[in-house]
């Protein structure tokens, strides 16, 4: 099956609240990424988070890594309206060369 | 400047015609990507390119021919499109191709329909 699964497929919250959104994977990476997509529109990169990282911050953001357990979460902290997007974990995979987008997790914040 | 264009925003074509998507970045980029977006799906990868040559092709159907005339441009050319060929196309680009730590910067994809 795909490599980087998420869940939950869709995640409504309201504003100030916090969301976690969570990637399986299951191969050997070299690293994991977060990228956010507006409806309709490209990606644009949040965060990577390397093999022998285990969490990562930037601003509102916290990645966390377990490599062991072949796993990733995204959280992010006093959520915005303008947070509301589909939210997607990429792996690169060791000796593929290329990344391998997850099913994505479409995150709706209420105002 | 640290964008990525892609042109046309939108595309109507029939299953004769021919047509191409175009996309450039100028951030001296050497691996570029194209991706494959249906509704609500993630991206699919079709091809990269690395130091202007094919690297990967993900068992793209031969309908789909990419071409990378140089280190900014990007072009992907349809022919005889079938209509579940309608999605959005993504292209992206890198700093260093396979290093395991680039990022990938997305255009805004062009929203393609085949009637």
């Known amino acids: 099956s795909q490599q980087g699964e998420e869940d939950p497929q869709a995640l409504s919250i309201q504003e100030g609240e916090n969301a976690t959104m969570n990637c399986s994977y299951k191969t050997s990476i070299n690293n994991l990424q977060w990228y956010r997509q507006n409806s309709g529109r490209g990606l644009v990169h949040l965060i990577l988070?390397?093999?022998?990282?285990r969490e990562k911050h930037s601003g509102r953001l916290r990645v966390t890594l377990d490599t062991s357990k072949k796993s990733s979460s995204l959280l992010i902290t006093a959520s915005r309206a303008a947070d509301t997007a589909s939210y997607f974990c990429?792996?690169?995979?060791?000796?593929?060369?290329?990344?391998?987008f997850g099913d994505g997790t479409t995150l709706t914040v209420k105002p | 400047d640290t964008e990525v264009t892609q042109t046309p925003k939108h595309l109507v074509m029939g299953m004769t015609n021919k047509k191409s998507l175009k996309c450039e970045q100028h951030?001296?980029?050497?691996?570029m990507y194209w991706y494959k977006q249906k509704a609500k799906k993630p991206p699919e990868l079709m091809f990269v390119?690395?130091?202007?040559?094919?690297?990967i092709n993900e068992s793209v159907p031969s309908r789909f021919s990419p071409e990378c005339p140089n280190s900014s441009l990007l072009n992907l050319h349809l022919h005889a499109l079938q209509p579940e060929d309608s999605a959005l196309y993504l292209c992206?680009?890198?700093?260093?191709?396979?290093?395991?730590?680039?990022?990938?910067?997305f255009g805004p994809g062009t929203r393609l329909t085949v009637l």
């Open positions: 951030m001296g980029h050497r691996a």
């Open positions: 390119y690395s130091y202007e040559k094919l690297s």
């Open positions: 990429a792996t690169e995979n060791t000796n593929a060369g290329k990344s391998t």
């Open positions: 988070i390397r093999s022998n990282e």
């Open positions: 992206a680009s890198s700093p260093h191709p396979t290093t395991g730590t680039d990022t990938q910067y």
